[in-house]
């Protein structure tokens, strides 16, 4: 059997045209399909599995996909940081093409060089291990890379000053006002395959047709880095922010955040349920927001960036797992979007607790638990704090119902109402904590004058917005 | 499943091994305190800052460290476990002693860096950093107390000495600007043999030989006075360099210990900034270190003059015969019975003879020839020979362990 990891997301239309022109045609694959598990049209010995693009290479190192198909970008990402993963990119597909980009914030960083001007500099990015070498390699003394889930193009100038971000074009980032300092590598899709399943077993039954049928090119770029960037006096000059800054949410949980705020009577310009912008207006005299990955937040409010934002629990209990002191803390339950984080497990698993899991798991003599999540944080104290034996937490960035039990042996797993889980055959057999969204801030920041009042007059709006939704 | 649950890389230390790492240890610690170093050490944790500037671990070294964000690091900077001691130690100097006229330091501690395989990736050192004594004094004296380490071990070692700024020299001629020049430095550092390619046709007629003077090892006085007159007439900053080295290779000829040069032996550490020596037993690296004059004003301090060493210890060891358990005999005291006086009676002797300088061992298995079985009701001491003799009293006991001379 030949697995075959392919990509959620953009490159999704394309890769089913290829595979179709392959004669590889993929049932219920293509755009807008949300069906994890897929066969092959007249292809039993070939079995598919969809993941978000990120997890691919992940899933392909790991040998539980023989081959995948996704930007060579986050192979990079891996192999940056990672440099024997036994991965083997095998063709340049030639779409799906893009440039990775160090790019500073505009008027701020114009050049690489004013980089070596700062004290410590602040660098954003979906791509962490990329942004790390990027760092050692220009000898930058003093920096700390924020590994952010999204949308780092936004992070400039006030929460970061250089990203590591993918774009199409130099153009393209400067009209989002960031300043492209230094070409990564050129980025496309790419086939991939696992080392030892090259090796062992015989892909050619679907390696040749993609060669033949591809649109292959010469092959990205390998990773550039820069040289060592002349040291120069730093200017740790602090700006004095007189604003009070609030982070509001893209993504699911945009809807009840923009239901809260209307709530409250706060309406913010162009934040509702269509297209994201990142800077809305608050209409408010001394309140600047910014729209961001709720993921992020925590570590924004402990950082200073921001005086005040509104993510889910989850997201900060993530943060707060991974540093127990952080000042980053609850100080408003909005009263919406509850959902239960639980530990999931197959439905053909007889046991109901996860005790019973672990008692069967350990008489099947089961080496290694495989845990799949989200919140790889959460998952790593939850797995310590219920005594798992050897386990390892393999972190996933989407498209997680299809992990168990082939790649996984539990997810820690969002539910809302157990409808998903019933459909891809899943149970929950713990529950780890009820999540809603909330309003966090820094323990410690003592705001004076107008920026209190500010902060004051949110909250309290935001308390009847809670009370008006009631407990949950 | 695999062979070992210990991770890779990482190494358990039998008793031959600690006492071998002892030995070391104690030859290198006589060493320096005889020299009036005094012992600190510095702690497995460290910033990740303090080792990234240009100026201290190269990118390929860094590459190796392990660097992770600690509880309280949601900010995204992250700390290390200690890959190196000198830099850390240059901190302690700078935090804590810079008033001082100078500071002679040593320490014996572990370095984590990742390494292939597993080959190893937790190293100890045994290092000394002098701070704030200048050229020629301070790399002498640190020089022969490498030196001395090596001779209280029993061993002869050859001494090398190099100096970066040859290499910086010919690479600043060959018009590199300063970060090219960094980072092929960072190349040569790291031991990339192709980091020269190029360089040689970028170097004016006539300094031709640089490359090839710089890459070969030679004899002391002589062989510096054939490098100064290939490089010095198109290279003159190298000609000063070259008489540092000079000077130093004079003093250790005229009390016996000439050394060889070796130009490009400059290998993983960047910070160096005049010579650097490196001392081996045959083919086995056992000892390097140098001057660093720039690192204390890298690390946050005044500039300072400094320069250090540390041993190499995993290669020393090797070379060190085990000599079997350094511990002193040891008589073995039995329990006449499974009952709590008869118990009572062995602890209350095995206490009696430690107090009285014994070396002891409680139980049934041991590794002494004189053994005693103790009751309650008295002694018996089994001689080597196997004759028995019945004591009565813990004193007895210890009287006659000090009349047969045990111990």
């Known amino acids: 059997m030949i697995k075959f990891a392919l990509p959620a997301g953009d490159l999704r239309g394309r890769v089913a045209e290829l595979l179709n022109r392959a004669g590889l045609p993929i049932e219920g694959y293509g755009e807008g399909s949300r069906t994890y598990r897929l066969a092959a049209r007249g292809r039993g010995d070939v079995t598919t599995r969809v993941f978000r693009e990120k997890d691919i290479p992940v899933q392909v ?34 779409f799906g093409r893009s440039s990775l980009w160090a790019a500073g914030a505009q008027g701020h960083c114009d050049q690489l060089d004013d980089l070596s001007r700062l004290a410590a500099v602040r660098i954003a990015s979906e791509y962490p ?142 934040y509702g349920d269509g297209e994201t912008f ?101 998952a790593d104290h939850y797995a310590r704090s219920r005594h798992f034996w050897r386990y390892q937490v393999i972190p996933i960035a989407g498209a997680s119902e299809g992990f168990v039990p082939e790649d996984a042996d539990l997810l820690i797993e969002g539910t809302e109402t157990g409808k998903t889980l019933m459909e891809n055959n899943l149970k929950a057999i713990d529950l780890l904590y009820r999540s809603t969204t909330c309003v966090i801030g820094h323990r410690d920041h003592e705001l004076n004058g107008r920026r209190r009042r500010v902060v004051d007059d949110l909250i309290n709006a935001l308390e009847e917005s809670a009370r008006a939704a009631g407990p949950v | 499943m695999e062979d070992s649950m210990r991770p890779p890389g ?40 303090l080792f990234t500037a240009a100026g201290t671990l190269s990118p390929q070294m860094l590459d190796r460290v392990y660097s992770f964000l600690d509880w309280d690091g949601w900010s995204g900077e992250r700390v290390v476990l200690r890959p190196d001691s000198t830099i850390p130690v240059v901190r302690l100097y700078v935090e804590k002693l810079k008033d001082a006229p100078s500071a002679k330091l040593f320490y014996v501690q572990n370095v984590l860096r990742f390494a292939q ?66 980072s092929v430095y960072d190349r040569l550092l790291d031991g990339d043999s192709n980091a020269l390619s190029g360089v040689q046709e970028r170097l004016p007629t006539g300094t031709g030989a640089a490359l090839q003077m710089i890459s070969m090892e030679g004899d002391g006085s002589a062989f510096l006075s054939n490098l100064r007159s290939v490089l010095a007439s198109g290279m003159p900053e190298v000609a000063s360099v070259i008489d540092e080295l000079a000077t130093i290779a004079g003093v250790l000829t005229d009390i016996g210990k000439p050394p060889k040069i070796a130009p490009a032996l400059v290998r993983n550490f960047e910070y160096y900034t005049g010579p650097v020596f490196h001392l081996f037993i045959g083919d086995i690296k056992v000892a390097g270190g140098g001057r660093y004059d720039a690192l204390i004003s890298e690390v946050g301090g005044s500039p300072v003059p400094a320069s250090g060493f540390a041993l190499e210890m995993e290669p020393l060891a090797s070379l060190l015969v085990p000599t079997g358990s350094t511990a002193r005999p040891a008589i073995r005291i039995a329990s006449a019975g499974n009952n709590g006086t008869d118990i009572g009676a062995v602890f209350a002797l095995a206490r009696a003879l430690r107090t009285a300088g014994v070396n002891v061992v409680v139980g049934e298995s041991g590794i002494s020839a004189r053994w005693i079985m103790a009751s309650s009701e008295g002694f018996s001491l089994t001689e080597e020979n196997g004759k028995a003799l019945r004591l009565t009293s813990v004193e007895e006991v210890v009287q006659a362990v000090a009349d047969a001379g045990h111990d």
């Open chain 1, 61 to 94: 190192a790991l040998g539980n996909y023989d081959l995948g198909v996704c930007s060579i970008s986050w192979v990079k990402e891996m192999s940056v940081r990672f440099p024997r993963q036994p991965i083997v990119p095998l063709l340049d597909l030639g």
């Open chain 1, 278 to 378: 990142r800077r809305p207006v608050s209409g408010i005299e001394g309140l600047d927001v910014k729209v961001i990955r709720p993921h992020d937040m925590p570590q924004l409010i402990a950082t200073g960036e921001f005086d005040l934002a509104i993510t889910g629990r989850d997201c900060l209990l993530e943060h707060r797992y991974a540093f127990p002191s952080s000042p980053a803390t609850e100080l408003l339950d909005l009263q919406r979007g509850q959902y239960n984080l639980s530990a999931v497990v197959s439905e053909d698993l007889p046991a109901n607790t996860l005790d019973e899991a672990l008692t069967l798991w350990r008489a099947e003599g089961k080496a290694i638990l495989r845990v799949a999540a989200e919140f790889p944080v959460t």
């Open chain 2, 117 to 182: 395989g597993d080959e190893s990736r937790e190293d100890w050192q045994c290092g000394a950093e002098l701070i704030g004594d200048t050229y020629p004094l301070g790399d002498l004296e640190l020089i022969l107390i490498a030196y001395e380490v090596f001779e209280r071990l029993g061993f002869t070692p050859e001494i090398k000495l190099s100096d970066p700024g040859i290499l910086r020299g010919v690479l600043s001629k060959a018009g590199y600007a300063q970060a090219e020049r960094l």
């Open chain 1, 129 to 270: 291990n990329i942004a790390e070498s990027f760092a050692r390699s220009a000898r930058l003394a003093r920096y700390r890379v924020q590994s952010v889930w999204g949308a780092a193009e936004a992070y400039p100038p006030e929460d970061a000053d250089c990203v590591i971000v993918p774009a199409a074009g130099e153009d393209l980032l400067r009209e989002g006002r960031i300043q492209p300092l230094f070409k990564l590598f050129d980025s496309s899709a790419w086939l991939v395959a696992n080392a030892l399943a090259l090796t062992k077993k015989d892909l050619s039954s679907v390696v040749a047709p993609l060669l033949s049928a591809g649109t292959a090119t010469n092959g990205g770029d390998d990773l550039r880095l820069p040289g060592p960037l002349a040291r120069c006096p730093s200017d740790p000059t602090a700006i004095r922010r007189d604003t009070v800054r609030l982070a509001i949410p893209d993504g699911h949980q945009q809807r009840h955040v923009a239901e809260a705020l209307r709530a409250a009577g706060l309406t913010f310009n162009e």
């Open chain 2, 10 to 49: 990482m190494r358990d230390m039998l008793p031959d091994d600690v006492e071998r790492f002892r030995i070391i240890e104690s030859a290198f610690r006589t060493a320096c305190l005889g020299w009036g170093y005094r012992e600190v050490r510095t702690p497995t944790l460290e910033r990740l800052h």
